[in-house]
């Protein structure tokens, strides 16, 4: 038996992805349906589970960028035995199959539990506890110093912002929206707002394929959310339904889920426009990039008071927010995009 266990096509066949964690050694044992790895493609992180009993070989190194479909390992009936490997061996020889505690490396399941959460792959590190098993403990040594995959899985989102300018004609707008009062919620209350005035302009919600541009029949928003790990964009369905309330909710469990990592790749399925905000760092006006197969992103930025003219003449205390659209001029021309950024800032007022 020689099984290949190729990367999950989770983004784009053929797309760069990562294994951040490995849960098996090199050369251990494995039992059908184990999780042995955790990958990522841009932002989407998805599980790999052995496709049956055997030796887990020729693991990619964590990091690596990796086509999606190819192989990142395999697992066989036999290896070649070591002194580390031929308990396994003459185990797999009566016919018992050992589980991971029998692995060359054994982890106590806190250190497995964290090694998965911060991305350390475990055949890097020592292990202190008896017979040396590695402990929790050894885990946050190696992240105190940093996970050596983080630089890598960098690089495989760098590429894909470097692809966005690349197949992409960026455009930006922006425009000032003046308000006399301070709404609550102001991410999900502008988020509502888009998904509104998106049901009367479907040329900036959908999805590309090559030249051809595809009109969403509803809106999905990716909703940009900061982590440790970098930026995320899990999407969130049909907010004009929604009241400011419970978007402001669905947020919150989303950022909650993305910082403990547990977004799936259904999370990020659809989007067809993206909203990201940098208002609560100060930023007034900034150029997002498109997030891919998209065609526009809009950003929000900081509110400021401000002096404003009401209907009498008189000045009165107000506030000011700049929102920036960024929209591929390849398919979006510059006046219905400048349609959409009124149209919505007439929904906001």
């Known amino acids: 038996m020689n099984l290949e266990v190729l990367m999950p096509v989770i983004t784009a066949e053929g797309d ?35 496709p049956g009993y055997g030796f887990v070989v020729n693991r990619v190194a964590i990091g690596d960028p990796v086509p999606q479909g190819e192989v990142m390992c395999r697992v066989v009936d036999t290896i070649e035995a070591d002194a580390n490997q031929g308990k396994a061996m003459e185990d797999v020889a ?21 090694a998965r959460e ?11 506890g008896p017979g040396g098993r590695i402990t929790e403990a050894d885990v946050l040594t190696v992240v105190s110093v940093g996970a050596a995959h983080a630089p890598r899985l960098r690089e495989v989102i760098a590429r894909n912002m470097r692809r966005s300018h690349s197949e992409t004609a960026p455009v930006t707008l922006f425009t000032t929206v003046v308000m006399t009062e301070r709404p609550q919620h102001v991410n999900a209350w502008v988020i509502k707002a888009v998904g509104r005035t998106l049901a009367t302009h479907p040329g900036l919600n959908g999805r590309r394929d090559g030249d051809s541009f ?123 995009a400048a349609e959409f950024l009124r149209d919505l800032s007439a929904v906001l007022i």
Request: hydrophobic letters at 45%.
């Open 214 to 336: 595809t009109p969403a029949a509803q809106s999905r928003l990716a909703i940009a959310i900061q982590t440790d790990e970098g930026l995320l964009a899990p999407i969130l369905g049909d907010p004009e339904t929604m009241t400011v309330e419970e978007i402001a909710r669905a947020i919150e469990e989303l950022a909650a889920r993305a910082r403990a990592r547990a977004l799936t790749a259904a999370d990020y399925e659809g989007g067809t426009f993206t909203v990201t905000n940098l208002g609560g760092y100060g930023v007034e006006g900034f150029t997002p990039i498109i997030n891919l197969p998209q065609v526009a992103i809009l950003g929000i930025g900081a509110l400021r008071d401000a002096a404003i003219v009401a209907s009498s003449g008189d000045l009165v205390a107000g506030l000011h927010m700049t929102l920036s659209l960024t929209f591929d001029h390849a398919f979006v021309d510059g006046a219905p």
């Open 118 to 128: 911060k991305g350390v792959d475990l055949s890097t590190v020592s292990g202190t």
């Open 16 to 50: 760069a992805a990562v294994v951040t964690a490995w849960f098996v050694d090199e050369g251990q044992v494995c039992q059908e349906g184990e999780l042995i790895a955790e990958v990522q493609a841009e932002k989407v992180a998805d599980e790999v589970r052995a």
């Open 94 to 114: 009566a016919g018992p199959r050992p589980d991971a505690a029998a692995s060359p490396r054994p982890a106590s399941p806190a250190a497995k539990r964290l």
